[in-house]
């Protein structure tokens, strides 16, 4: 189980590496050129924008977490309703 997390963690963080670029740019003031980084061409792309840094983080961040803690948690009252019921039988 734990290696599927790392796993989909190193799948969905991939394109991250790729978003940025070096550009090197000339200071005129100083005599010298600059190291920049700016936005890739794949980062500007508004397709790329939506799908994955708003729907796919919505998901991996927000629902299916959520949904994760709904259901553990429904399932944690369901175990303490069977053991009150018990304790009660068990008490008559």
């Given at each position: 189980m734990l290696?599927?997390?790392?796993?989909?963690?190193?799948?969905?963080n991939i394109p991250?590496?790729?978003e940025h670029d070096i550009?090197?740019?000339s200071n005129d003031c100083l005599s010298r050129v600059e190291s920049q980084l700016v936005y890739s061409a794949m980062r500007t792309d508004k397709l790329y924008?939506?799908?994955?840094?708003?729907?796919?983080y919505f998901l991996f961040r927000f629902l299916f977490p959520l949904a994760c803690l709904t259901y553990l948690n429904a399932r944690l009252v369901n175990i303490q309703k069977v053991f009150s019921?018990?304790?009660?039988l068990t008490a008559s």
């Open positions: 290696a599927m997390v790392v796993l989909l963690a190193i799948i969905y991250s590496f790729f550009k090197n740019v924008f939506i799908l994955y840094k708003t729907l796919i019921r018990r304790l009660i």
